[in-house]
């Protein structure tokens, strides 16, 4: 072997790694959304032990959604003073101590009505849905935001059948049956930190339940999601916005959020 291949070999390697880590950088928000006929959604585990609320919420309210779930909401881990400031009012606030809890904040006029709703699957570590109605142009859509239960040891066995669950509620971008306040075949949206990959069965069942990746459809961009810890970039996507595909994606970004260990998803969506 020639003594300077393993030079190559290790310059390669590393343009491929820097280049890598280009890919799943984080591309900023911008103010201004990327049409006038969309509406901003994004999502968010906020991490229940966050202990930088003030600057969690300066964050948020830097994206300009007009929609935002969030998970882990204790009630105290994010400031709403800076989400009410970026013009979000709280709709629905179940605030719990742990992982369980959630919360949907909007722009006056976009839900009708918001409840939480008990998960499908009833077994352990199962935790409830948050669902919506929204008013988008004139149109009705639901949205349900949900938190698999966390890949942990006692948790461990509870993922799949509840994601089974969740993907059993869908069929052709719609909902199967009435979940909280969204009748059945409502077009719907599906948000929230699933605690799964996307190759990982039922989640890649998603496109044939009519449901859209909205980073992958909007974003060139690798989307990684979660971290293991503040000395690691964000490895891996287990957050996600799916859309029906009579929706349409204009943009997509993830945004770093101070305290947690989970970048949002964000994305612009309009309804033809």
């Known amino acids: 072997m020639s003594p300077t291949r393993p030079k190559y070999v290790f310059f390669l390697s590393l343009i491929v790694l820097l280049f890598a880590l280009w890919l799943c950088s984080r591309p900023s928000v911008p103010r201004k959304k990327s049409a006038e006929d969309t509406?901003?959604?994004?999502?968010?585990?906020?991490?229940y032990q966050n202990a930088q609320p003030d600057p969690a919420g300066r964050a948020l309210a830097h994206a300009r959604t007009d929609v935002l779930l969030l998970q882990e909401w204790t009630g105290r881990n994010v400031s709403p003073a800076r989400l009410?400031?970026?013009?979000?009012?709280?709709?629905?606030?179940?605030?719990?101590?742990?992982?369980?809890?959630?919360?949907?904040?909007?722009?006056?006029?976009?839900?009708?009505?918001?409840?939480?709703?008990?998960?499908?699957?009833?077994g352990n570590c199962a935790i409830p849905l948050l669902t919506a109605r929204l008013d988008i142009e004139g149109r009705t859509?639901?949205?349900?935001?949900?938190?698999?239960?966390?890949?942990?040891?006692?948790?461990?066995?509870?993922?799949?059948?509840?994601?089974?669950?969740?993907?059993?509620?869908?069929?052709?971008?719609?909902?199967?049956?009435?979940?909280?306040?969204?009748?059945?075949?409502?077009p719907v949206l599906l948000v929230g930190d699933l605690n799964a990959l996307g190759w990982e069965e039922p989640l890649r069942s998603m496109?044939?339940?009519?449901?859209?990746?909205?980073?992958?459809?909007?974003?060139?961009?690798?989307?990684?999601?979660?971290?293991?810890?503040?000395?690691?970039?964000?490895?891996?996507?287990?957050?996600?916005?799916?859309?029906?595909?009579?929706?349409?994606?204009?943009?997509?970004?993830?945004?770093?959020?101070p305290g947690s260990d989970h970048r949002a998803v964000v994305a612009d969506i309009s309804f033809p």
């Open 39 to 47: 509406v901003r959604v994004g999502t968010i585990n906020l991490g």
């Open 141 to 186: 859509i639901g949205i349900v935001g949900v938190h698999g239960p966390p890949p942990v040891l006692n948790c461990w066995r509870s993922r799949k059948p509840y994601l089974r669950a969740i993907a059993r509620l869908v069929e052709n971008g719609r909902l199967r049956e009435s979940v909280g306040v969204i009748p059945a075949g409502t």
């Open 207 to 257: 496109d044939d339940r009519g449901l859209t990746d909205a980073f992958d459809a909007g974003s060139w961009r690798l989307g990684p999601t979660w971290s293991p810890g503040w000395w690691s970039p964000s490895l891996v996507a287990i957050d996600y916005l799916w859309m029906p595909q009579e929706a349409y994606v204009r943009k997509a970004w993830t945004l770093s959020v």
């Open 84 to 122: 009410t400031e970026a013009g979000l009012r709280v709709v629905l606030s179940d605030g719990r101590d742990g992982t369980h809890g959630s919360a949907l904040l909007a722009r006056p006029n976009l839900v009708q009505a918001a409840s939480t709703a008990p998960p499908p699957w009833t």
